[in-house]
């Protein structure tokens, strides 16, 4: 046999001489980059380097909202960070397990927290959405919807979606805007996903700069929110392998414990160059519109349901406030040729709660706007010791720098 063996090999020598030629002449090829390697797909390495809580805009951050610089600088410090050179990794479809209560409680805690954080939009809706539930399957957040929606509102600070903490919790929805964002919510639990935010596990509006911003990969934006995830493994889609099994808790309690923690005033309150609402509006009959107090905020007035509506709006204003951004927010609010006037102080505690102002109200008084009308003029002031060379309106009688 070792004959015949030997026979064989010395008979294929030539055969084998061109294989090994042909062999090592490709894998100079593919050294030398003339043929293309085999492209590989990148694998997640091990969540080693980091601990969950050590993450920056952990669900333990108890300043996840906060953000310093005022609209404008924040809007364009945003601008100037890219978004990152991967496209948003798809999200799995969720699946949903649990009891026909645990479906109604996640189902209306997407729905609220849609409404609350985007408005009525449909894409801005589906994309709190897909970060709600992406969260739930993260190990880094709850593992249900509404302990998700709620995570961090038993704080006084770092509740992980404002309107659990700033007293929007006392607003109220249309019959209209529920059913639209329940029916959003049953498709995102039946398994639909949100394509153009993909993994995101975090956003912010664009009019804010959280100091965790540039610390995490900017993926999409979508109406004026901007989406990131986590960089490295922990922002991958292969970390989010928790399985949903149920068990949500009422949304009722969570709603309850929330409103009864005692938080800072500027948190409760709604800024007019963020938010754009009134704290207080007085319509021209004299009725005040606001909604009911928050348990925590039984000192503090309440953010107006009915802002834009005619009357006078009182707001609170900041500092760091563009005045630019505060007129556009007051000409909002005072749509049309009804009358209409916006006032702004900086001090929650100085807002009145009736009119006339008083005068120390008036003292107090940082802002203020009157809508063109009856052939008359826009008229705007500033306080210009806080607001310093404003390039609109002009100083406020005994208020100049």
Not at 314 to 332: H, K, M, N, W
Request: hydrophobic fraction near 40%; charge should be negative; proline fraction near 8%.
């Amino acid at each position: 046999m070792d004959e015949n063996r030997s026979g064989q090999l010395r008979e294929n020598a030539p055969l084998y001489a061109v294989s090994t030629i042909l062999a090592l002449a490709f894998a100079a090829l593919v050294v030398f980059g003339v043929v293309d390697r085999p492209a590989i797909k990148a694998v997640p390495s091990s969540p080693i380097s980091a601990p969950l809580d050590a993450l920056p805009a952990s669900a333990e951050d108890e300043g996840t909202i906060l953000s310093t610089l005022p609209a404008e600088d924040a809007r364009e410090r945003n601008a100037a960070v890219p978004f990152a050179e991967t496209d948003p990794a798809a999200a799995r479809p969720f699946v949903f397990r649990g009891s026909s209560t645990d479906r109604a409680r996640a189902r209306d805690c997407l729905a609220l927290a849609a409404m609350a954080e985007a408005g009525a939009g449909d894409a801005d809706q589906r994309a709190v959405m897909q970060v709600i539930l992406n969260r739930v399957r993260h190990p880094a957040f709850a593992d249900t919807v509404c302990g998700v929606v709620f995570q961090g509102s038993e704080r006084p600070t770092g509740c992980q979606f404002t309107f659990t903490c700033d007293g929007s919790l006392a607003r109220s929805y249309s019959e209209t805007l529920w059913r639209a964002a329940r029916q959003r919510a049953e498709e995102a639990l039946g398994g639909y996903a949100h394509a153009p935010v993909g993994t995101a596990t975090h956003y912010h509006a664009d009019y804010v700069y959280p100091a965790w911003s540039g610390e995490l990969d900017k993926i999409a934006a979508v109406g004026p929110h901007l989406f990131f995830r986590w960089r490295g493994w922990w922002g991958s889609g292969a970390a989010m392998s928790a399985r949903y099994s149920g068990g949500e808790p009422d949304p009722l309690a969570l709603r309850r414990t929330a409103q009864e923690v005692d938080r800072p005033a500027d948190l409760l309150l709604p800024r007019l160059a963020e938010q754009g609402t009134a704290v207080r509006t007085i319509t021209a009959a004299g009725k005040h519109e606001t909604e009911e107090k928050p348990t925590a905020a039984a000192d503090a007035p309440t953010a107006s349901p009915a802002s834009p509506t005619p009357g006078v709006h009182f707001v609170l204003v900041a500092r760091g406030d563009s005045p630019q951004t505060l007129v556009e927010r007051a000409r909002a609010l005072c749509p049309g040729g009804v009358y209409c006037q916006v006032y702004g102080w900086d001090d929650a505690a100085a807002i009145p709660s009736e009119l006339p102002l008083s005068d120390d109200a008036r003292r107090a008084l940082r802002f203020s706007f009157l809508p063109a009308r009856n052939g008359n003029a826009e008229a705007v002031y500033f306080d210009c010791r806080i607001f310093a060379s404003p390039p609109v309106g002009t100083c406020l009688p005994r208020a100049r720098p």
